[in-house]
């Protein structure tokens, strides 16, 4: 029987009639002197996708490897379907779908001999021509995977880490190095998944990848999360942005309260917390003495902005 | 409350000897796909031992039909079932398959079983082969003993694989194993009297020479095969088995020190 874990509290706004499918409670690693990882905390449900994000070294295959079981952690700790994933290996694996950030095959294979070989250790394996149409590899079945190119390997990496129907699927990093059209495929494989009621870890550098696909995410930044929660959540601690240029000569709008002005005319740049109000003010104005504002944009702060503060303050600190 | 652990009864996976075969399969597959491999490994070997007939050498010694299988034994577990089993773990940690192989359902004991079968089960075949061939230039001898000799074959070959995995770890690419291998392959060339017969050795280096790991190896195939002790004196079944116990617990010690070694030093993963 699987050990009953207490469900720490859900984000705001989100029901939970589940219990989590990946629960990291306080999880540390350490390599010698160095700490990796510093006690980071969070849990994905069925059904949900959780992006880690974050610069190179900042802890995130550190602490994939102990939710994929290949490492012990250093101190709290981790359950996959309320299970160690050390200790309860066999019970877990069945269940884990694993994409390493990288990984090798034999080259002497064929696409078809390999999916078949990993199927055949398998508990629940899917037949192989339906794992290969999966990742678009049919036509590839006969070939070694020396001659497949590097999106076709990362495609057949990833099918084998879903050829056992897992429920929980881990991928890190699992679109680097594809061309966009792979990629693309590759979002609506993961997004398929979870319309399945899997529960999705992933890591990820592209942040468009994070906008399509994660319901939260966290930013890692030394081995400590510095920002989590859904993406709305995270793009609201920073402020919206509005831009525009003027012609010359044009009066100067007044500057309402709660701007901050990153740039003055003629291209100007505004950064606030209230982007209804003070657009609503800036058109009002404009209207009123029959100024145009070229080049108009009005944005809502956006994930990338968010992280790159983040990445700004690492910059900073160095 | 569901997201926990919902193995089906009805959907019971793999036995742990399917899993084992399904990537040993593989393995010998990409092994018959490697020509240096199958020429070194299976046909070097074979051509051998089908010209000792036409060399003519030693043909008058008595025990020659034996000595002929002892020798094909214990150079198929060195050349064959450790440089290959050294090689192949370096290759498939170097190039990341190893750590691939961890990520699935099958252990890390399986993983290094099914990697190893394949020399294991040709170097087997080899051994039969030239049983056959002892037989058909007619110079076959009954055994003394069917057991001891078998022992010495099975333990022997996991005793390699184990001293195999050890020494990955201080292998750095599947070229160096070249250098690498070369103290175990001197060692067992010629201090476990293959080569030196253990008797023309002054009687200390031969005391020490049965502590080293091939050592039990050629002695227990020698008593079983060709009836004959370490220091020379024939023995019958019942003196094969009062000669034989001194190697069986020195070949248990070696596999007992081989396996926690292994457990301690083997990498899954190249260092970084």
Do not use: C
């Amino acid at each position: 029987m699987a050990v009953p874990t207490a469900p720490a509290p859900a984000p705001a706004g989100t029901a939970r009639s589940t219990a989590p499918a990946v629960e990291v409670v306080d999880l540390q690693r350490r390599y010698g002197d160095f700490t990796a990882v510093r006690g980071i905390s969070f849990e994905v449900h069925p059904g949900e996708v959780f992006a880690l994000l974050g610069v190179n070294g900042a802890g995130k295959t550190s602490a994939l490897e102990v939710l994929e079981g290949l490492a012990d952690p250093d101190g709290g700790s981790v359950r996959v379907l309320g299970a160690d994933p050390v200790a309860e290996r066999a019970r877990v694996r069945p269940h884990l779908g694993v994409l390493l950030q990288s990984s090798g095959l034999p080259g002497d294979l064929t696409v078809a001999e390999t999916v078949r070989t990993w199927g055949r250790t398998l508990t629940a394996p899917r037949p192989v021509d339906e794992a290969l149409d999966q990742v678009g590899l049919t036509g590839r079945a006969d070939v070694r995977v020396r001659s497949l190119s590097g999106g076709e390997r990362r495609r057949l990496d990833l099918a084998l880490a879903l050829l056992g129907r897992p429920s929980v699927v881990v991928l890190d990093e699992p679109t680097t190095g594809l061309d966009p059209e792979s990629r693309r495929q590759v979002w609506r494989l993961v997004q398929d998944m979870v319309a399945g009621g899997a529960a999705v870890v992933l890591t990820t550098h592209h942040l468009e990848e994070a906008e399509e696909l994660a319901d939260r995410v966290a930013v890692l930044k030394a081995g400590q999360i510095v920002l989590s929660g859904t993406q709305a959540e995270i793009a609201e601690t920073q402020p919206a942005t509005i831009r525009f240029t003027l012609d010359e000569g044009a009066p100067l709008p007044p500057q309402p309260a709660g701007v901050q002005v990153v740039s003055t005319a003629p291209r100007v740049e505004w950064h606030t917390r209230a982007l209804q109000p003070v657009l609503a003010d800036l058109l009002g104005w404009a209207a009123r003495h029959g100024v145009v504002l070229h080049a108009l944009h009005a944005r809502a702060a956006s994930l990338e902005q968010a992280f790159l503060a983040v990445a700004d303050g690492t910059h900073d600190a160095a | 409350m569901t997201a926990t652990l919902t193995t089906p009864t009805d959907q019971r996976g793999p036995s742990r000897a399917s899993r084992v075969r399904a990537l040993a399969t593989a393995e010998t597959r990409l092994l018959l796909r490697n020509r240096t491999a199958v020429v070194n490994s299976v046909l070097l070997p074979l051509l051998l031992v089908a010209a000792i007939p036409f060399l003519g050498i030693g043909e008058d010694i008595a025990g020659f039909g034996p000595t002929l299988v002892i020798s094909g034994a214990a150079v198929a577990l060195v050349f064959l079932v450790y440089y290959n089993t050294v090689t192949t773990f370096v290759a498939r940690r170097e190039d990341l398959t190893l750590q691939r192989m961890r990520t699935g359902e099958l252990t890390g004991l399986e993983v290094l079983v099914a990697t190893a079968a394949p020399s294991v089960l040709i170097a087997l075949g080899q051994v039969l082969l030239t049983g056959v061939g002892v037989l058909a230039i007619g110079r076959w001898e009954a055994p003394t003993e069917y057991v001891l000799p078998l022992v010495a074959l099975f333990a022997g070959a996991v005793l390699v694989v184990l001293l195999g995995a050890v020494s990955t770890a201080f292998t750095r690419t599947p070229e160096s194993a070249q250098v690498t291998t070369f103290p175990f392959v001197m060692i067992a060339l010629l201090l476990s009297g293959l080569m030196i017969p253990l008797a023309s050795m002054p009687d200390q280096l031969a005391q020490v020479a049965r502590l080293l790991p091939m050592t039990p190896v050629v002695e227990l195939l020698r008593l079983g095969l060709a009836g004959q002790a370490w220091d020379g004196a024939t023995v019958d079944a019942a003196g094969a088995w009062a000669a034989g116990l001194q190697p069986l617990g020195v070949l248990v010690a070696w596999l007992l020190l081989g396996s926690l070694a292994a457990r301690r030093w083997f990498r899954w993963a190249p260092r970084r």
